[in-house]
């Protein structure tokens, strides 16, 4: 459920031309990243360790789209400093801090939303909350929110609507395509399948190398999902 409604109200939100701020953690902060990017929206990644340092590692692709796209990462920890769960409640404060407004998809009882809901509120800021059905375990905090004041929302218009500087006019922005990060080992392969389907016999012949070879090389690119082997012995880029 949480995907779903992250997508709705962060790709709307986006459209408008609002700024989309989160911590980059794995599930929810991601989907709301990937969502503003997908319809040409800017956003903000706040981290829970140093600016250069990439967690989740999955994410590396996310954290370069997102600089690629306008978009911004910041940290208040020194560079190389890794990522440490003690940390991420000091990140929330300024997912916060730096926001008009926390809109809150998902939250168990306790939880880092439910930390990033609560500075929120210290901070003046509003809080915004999908309703839950009650035997839900990961919206439990979501009501229990409502309950104290954070207002329901079951669409963009209804976190828009409480901003008066706010338009409601959707924003036309150009299509954005999410770049991948490719390794030094892998860009010649990846290069050669530009965005058609080929042989893997072709490429064999292209790279000039033995298929035992390129059968490693796409196994770990496939892994690293930058490529799918289609039946037939065809590879594509993803």
Known sequence: MGYKWQVSFHGELSKRG??????MAKGIDSASHISCLEVGGKTIAVLGCGVNVIYPKENTNLYY?????????????EPNVEAN?????????????????????????????SITAKLAVEQGKKVFCVPHPLETI?????????????KLVTCADDIIDEYEFLTTKEIKKENVI???????????????????EISINVVSKKLNCNISDLNYLITMM??????????GNFIKRK
Do not use: H, M
Not at 91 to 111: D, K, P, Q
């Open 85 to 113: 769960t003690k940390y991420f409640p000091q990140r929330n404060r300024i997912v916060s801090a730096i926001s008009i407004g926390t809109l809150v998809i998902e939250s168990a009882y306790r939880s880092g939303t």
């Open 178 to 196: 999410l770049k991948k990060q490719v390794k030094d080992e892998y860009k010649v392969l990846y290069e050669i399948l530009g965005n058609k």
């Open 18 to 23: 609002i700024v989309i701020t989160s911590g």
């Open 138 to 150: 990961t919206g439990v905090g979501n009501n229990r929110l409502i309950q104290e004041g954070a």
């Open 222 to 231: 496939e892994i690293e999902g930058l490529i799918e082997v289609l039946p």
């Open 65 to 77: 789209n997102i600089l690629e796209n306008n978009g911004l990462i910041i940290s208040e920890y």
